[in-house]
């Protein structure tokens, strides 16, 4: 199956611009780092969001969701960087 990552890239920043404003509130952010060949989507927790324990909540209810609402072809969102369970 090959994939459109340019197309999903313009997908996947402008979920994250609508989700950016919530992560800012609580001194968050996400970054794209890349899209990989299977459709993964891979970010990177910023600020608060790499200690926070809501942080896999917001990265699949969050941007996940979001995302494939806009590019259903998108298999997972993964942070490199996910906080440690408590």
Do not use: W, Y
């Amino acid at each position: 199956m090959s994939i459109d990552k340019s197309a999903i890239e313009v997908k996947v920043l402008e979920s994250l611009a609508q989700l950016r404003p919530f992560l800012h509130e609580d001194g968050g952010d996400m970054e794209l780092v890349e899209i990989q060949d299977d459709a993964t989507v891979v970010v990177r927790l910023m600020g608060a969001c790499k200690d926070c324990s809501m942080s896999m909540m917001t990265l699949k209810a969050g941007l996940e969701e979001a995302v494939k609402k806009v590019a259903p072809e998108v298999k997972a969102v993964i942070a490199i960087n996910m906080p440690a369970e408590i």
